[in-house]
């Protein structure tokens, strides 16, 4: 899976999906994807670190320095974002 | 084991040879050989080669973390606190940070990471070390307590509040306005050289800032303490296999009417034990660095089951093994009376027992009934 999607380009709504899907088996509880993830007491910053890992390795990207922010993980969409500008940034940049 | 494990246990076991005993007694390791392990590299292994790192994988360092642990817990303590502070640079800092910072890590210069008050430990609202904005400068005000390795330390790397969120500030321990204070007689790894810190006034280039700074409080800290789990789960690691060769070997020659000890029933019960305790822990430690080396988002609760599991362990192995030796280990210095104290605080940094359990427990009600 993770192969196919670092072939292919990767969309905003194959992105939310896979994320609204892992958040769902993680949490037991299906979540919306403007839904304050911290706020509503589903997630704890040990599972934020979980998601970092997890978008990391789903998409082949590093988030570093200042992206390592809770803002970023705070909804499905705001995942998406990050996941989205960091996929485009190592395309253009290579990615160190 | 790889050549490159055996060949970094071997030149550990060259500088480290006997010492451990008197460095525990004189509360302190020569400055000048953490400084060569700090160049060699095995202080922080993971740290990526592009940085002048040896760049080995969670396994790997894990290995070496249990063989120093096996022969002193203040030198592994050391380790953990070069390894967070180099992670938590890796993590946190810009390219230039990184560049930089990480260079200096793997070249002799040493390190600490400073998060615990003297009211804040794990309850991270009750931090009070800010961190303030002026200019292009930032300024330092705080306390923080027990920093291991902090007396030997170059650098601090230092959680504080900052503006709405939090950042970590690489701070020279020799900027105006650092007071460090060694802690004296602690329990156990009596020579990691942990300190009290006083942050007076410090004034320093906002390029200090790990990655501009302003990230959120949980996450830096959760980030950073992660990789300290792992090195504490396996330096405990190195503690249960101290204290099962210390016992097997004493069981072996001493004898108690006319057979060793080990042909005593009640000290076989001990010896078996011993060896529960290594594979048990050995094998939750590979666990966690497995998930670590594949990048599995399970590796955070996997680290705080192997810290957990492994501190527990060697706790009850140090208490064992010199239960086994009785007046033979019952001496400051000595392998098993070393261990029963430092892996006591085992049980307490990184998260006591009792913080893990929590963390345990909240993951515990997030697995589906078929999952567990």
């Given at each position: 899976?993770?192969?196919?999607q670092?072939?292919?380009?990767i969309t905003a709504e194959a992105v939310e999906e896979a994320l609204l899907s892992f958040l769902a088996?993680r949490v037991?509880t299906a979540v919306e994807p403007d839904q304050d993830l911290f706020k509503s007491g589903l997630v704890s910053s040990m599972f934020a670190m979980q998601l970092v890992v997890h978008l990391e390795e789903q998409y082949d990207i590093a988030v570093i320095g200042p992206d390592l922010t809770l803002n970023n993980f705070r909804t499905v969409h705001a995942m998406t974002s990050l996941v989205l500008r960091l996929r485009n940034a190592s395309?253009?940049?290579?990615?160190? | 084991?790889?050549?490159?494990?055996?060949?970094?246990?071997?030149?550990?076991?060259?500088?480290?040879?006997?010492?451990?005993?008197?460095?525990?007694?004189?509360?302190?390791?020569?400055?000048?050989?953490?400084?060569?392990?700090?160049?060699?590299?095995?202080?922080?292994?993971?740290?990526?080669?592009?940085?002048?790192?040896?760049?080995?994988?969670?396994?790997?360092?894990?290995?070496?973390?249990?063989?120093?642990?096996?022969?002193?817990?203040?030198?592994?303590?050391?380790?953990?606190?070069?390894?967070?502070?180099?992670?938590?640079?890796?993590r946190f800092?810009?390219?230039?940070?990184?560049?930089?910072?990480?260079?200096?890590?793997?070249?002799?210069?040493?390190?600490?990471?400073?998060?615990?008050?003297?009211?804040?430990?794990?309850?991270?609202?009750?931090?009070?070390?800010?961190?303030?904005?002026?200019?292009?400068?930032?300024?330092?005000?705080?306390?923080?307590?027990?920093?291991?390795?902090?007396?030997?330390?170059?650098?601090?790397?230092?959680?504080?509040?900052?503006?709405d969120g939090a950042?970590?500030?690489?701070?020279?321990?020799?900027?105006?306005?650092?007071?460090?204070?060694?802690?004296?007689?602690?329990?156990?790894?009596?020579?990691?050289?942990?300190?009290?810190?006083?942050?007076?006034?410090?004034?320093?280039?906002?390029?200090?800032?790990?990655g501009g700074?302003g990230q959120g409080m949980q996450l830096l800290?959760t980030t950073?303490?992660?990789?300290?789990?792992?090195?504490?789960?396996?330096?405990?690691?190195?503690?249960?296999?101290?204290?099962?060769?210390?016992?097997?070997?004493?069981?072996?020659?001493?004898?108690?009417?006319?057979?060793?000890?080990?042909?005593?029933?009640?000290?076989?019960?001990?010896?078996?034990?011993?060896?529960?305790?290594?594979?048990?822990?050995?094998?939750?430690?590979?666990?966690?660095?497995?998930?670590?080396?594949?990048?599995?988002p399970?590796?955070?609760?996997?680290?705080?089951?192997?810290?957990?599991?492994?501190?527990?362990?060697?706790?009850?192995?140090?208490?064992?093994?010199?239960?086994?030796?009785?007046?033979?280990?019952?001496?400051?210095?000595?392998?098993?009376?070393?261990?029963?104290?430092?892996?006591?605080?085992?049980?307490?940094?990184?998260?006591?027992?009792?913080?893990?359990?929590?963390?345990?427990?909240?993951?515990?009600?997030?697995?589906?009934?078929?999952?567990?």
């Amino acid at each position: 899976m993770t192969s196919e999607q670092t072939m292919t380009a990767i969309t905003a709504e194959a992105v939310e999906e896979a994320l609204l899907s892992f958040l769902a088996e993680r949490v037991k509880t299906a979540v919306e994807p403007d839904q304050d993830l911290f706020k509503s007491g589903l997630v704890s910053s040990m599972f934020a670190m979980q998601l970092v890992v997890h978008l990391e390795e789903q998409y082949d990207i590093a988030v570093i320095g200042p992206d390592l922010t809770l803002n970023n993980f705070r909804t499905v969409h705001a995942m998406t974002s990050l996941v989205l500008r960091l996929r485009n940034a190592s395309d253009t940049a290579g990615n160190v | 084991m790889s050549e490159e494990l055996a060949s970094e246990r071997a030149m550990i076991d060259e500088v480290v040879g006997d010492q451990p005993a008197s460095w525990d007694i004189a509360g302190e390791i020569p400055i000048g050989l953490l400084r060569k392990l700090g160049a060699d590299g095995v202080l922080c292994a993971q740290v990526p080669a592009a940085f002048g790192g040896l760049g080995r994988s969670s396994l790997h360092n894990g290995e070496l973390t249990a063989h120093v642990g096996s022969r002193c817990s203040s030198l592994r303590s050391i380790m953990t606190s070069q390894g967070m502070a180099a992670w938590t640079v890796q993590r946190f800092g810009d390219r230039d940070q990184r560049r930089q910072y990480l260079t200096e890590l793997t070249s002799g210069q040493l390190a600490a990471i400073a998060f615990s008050e003297p009211s804040a430990g794990s309850d991270l609202s009750a931090m009070r070390t800010e961190i303030g904005t002026d200019g292009d400068s930032v300024v330092l005000d705080g306390k923080k307590m027990w920093v291991t390795g902090a007396r030997y330390a170059d650098q601090l790397v230092v959680l504080g509040k900052h503006g709405d969120g939090a950042s970590f500030l690489v701070v020279p321990t020799s900027a105006p306005g650092v007071l460090v204070e060694t802690v004296a007689d602690p329990l156990g790894c009596r020579a990691a050289g942990h300190a009290h810190i006083r942050f007076d006034n410090v004034r320093l280039p906002a390029s200090c800032l790990l990655g501009g700074g302003g990230q959120g409080m949980q996450l830096l800290f959760t980030t950073a303490l992660c990789y300290g789990r792992f090195s504490v789960a396996w330096g405990c690691v190195g503690i249960v296999r101290a204290c099962l060769a210390a016992a097997t070997e004493h069981a072996r020659h001493r004898r108690q009417a006319g057979k060793p000890l080990a042909d005593h029933q009640l000290i076989a019960g001990h010896l078996a034990e011993l060896l529960v305790a290594e594979q048990v822990s050995t094998r939750v430690c590979e666990h966690a660095s497995r998930c670590w080396d594949s990048a599995s988002p399970d590796m955070v609760i996997a680290a705080v089951l192997a810290k957990h599991v492994s501190a527990g362990h060697a706790a009850r192995s140090g208490s064992i093994a010199v239960q086994v030796l009785a007046s033979a280990g019952a001496q400051d210095g000595h392998a098993v009376a070393r261990a029963y104290r430092d892996a006591k605080l085992m049980e307490i940094i990184e998260g006591s027992n009792e913080i893990c359990q929590l963390i345990l427990a909240q993951h515990a009600m997030t697995i589906p009934p078929d999952r567990s």
